[in-house]
């Protein structure tokens, strides 16, 4: 396994698990399989990630445009979600993991909304890792969920339009106090953003695996967080750089 500068691992990762159902169907199996496995995988990037020391680390679990699959195949990850958080708490909570969501989670199940929220409630005290999953959840979505509070905010008097800003945006995302990604990982080999942290993403750095995501490793993550160390990040001006996260 290659070895890593620990004074240069991402604040952030935010990654893409794609390539769950041609995992299965490569395997002749129910594409359903291929999100069981896919959840295993989550636990074990989560705990490679904290061992790694990345302070931030959000999954897009379930789009807004992932209502549309089959019935089966949403009823199976959601069954896969309810029983990640009820399992998998107690390992969260006493590993110092903060948790949350982002989205529109009003469109998940009634249980599913109960156990983030006591989830999230349990280890808001945490502070060695932040694990954020998007669910229900879309950029552009997003985006148009902010758009429309700033102008209740300007309409009820309590803003003033040209005070609106890039701050201003931020303020009314889901997350406000998400930083922005270093790194962007997407498995399955894929070349698109797929509504992804439209707004988050303007300079984050992309990595493409090829690996399907049930057979992502923390080799494969390690090799993502070496070649990220290898890049010069300019944000736009000349030579390398440095950002702090978004305020």
Request: with cysteine; hydrophobic share 40%; charged share 30%.
């Amino acid at each position: 396994m290659q070895r890593l500068d620990s004074s240069k691992i991402p604040r952030h990762v935010a990654i893409i698990p794609d390539g769950n159902g041609r995992w299965a169907e490569s395997r002749g199996l129910p594409r359903v399989a291929g999100y069981r496995n896919g959840a295993d995988v989550v636990r074990e990037v989560v705990r490679a990630a904290h061992e790694l020391g990345i302070q931030w680390l959000t999954f897009y679990a379930f789009s807004t445009e992932n209502w549309a699959r089959p019935r089966e195949e949403v009823d199976a990850v959601m069954n896969y979600l309810e029983e990640y958080l009820e399992r998998d708490a107690d390992e969260l909570a006493s590993n110092g993991i903060r948790v949350d969501a982002i989205g529109r989670l009003q469109d998940l199940s009634p249980r599913i909304q109960t156990l983030l929220r006591e989830l999230a409630a349990r280890t808001r005290s945490n502070d060695e890792m932040r694990l954020v999953f998007a669910l229900s959840y879309g950029g552009r979505t997003e985006i148009t969920d902010a758009v429309r509070a700033i102008a209740r905010a300007v309409e009820q008097g309590q803003l003033d339009a040209e005070a609106i800003d890039e701050k201003c945006v931020q303020a009314h995302l889901y997350a406000p106090d998400l930083p922005e990604p270093d790194l962007l990982i997407r498995t399955g080999g894929e070349l698109r953003l797929s509504n992804f942290l439209l707004w988050q993403v303007a300079y984050t750095e992309l990595w493409k695996s090829d690996v399907l995501w049930p057979d992502f490793t923390k080799g494969d993550l390690v090799e993502a967080l070496s070649a990220f160390q290898q890049r010069e990040r300019r944000f736009g001006r000349t030579g390398a750089q440095t950002r702090g996260p978004a305020t």
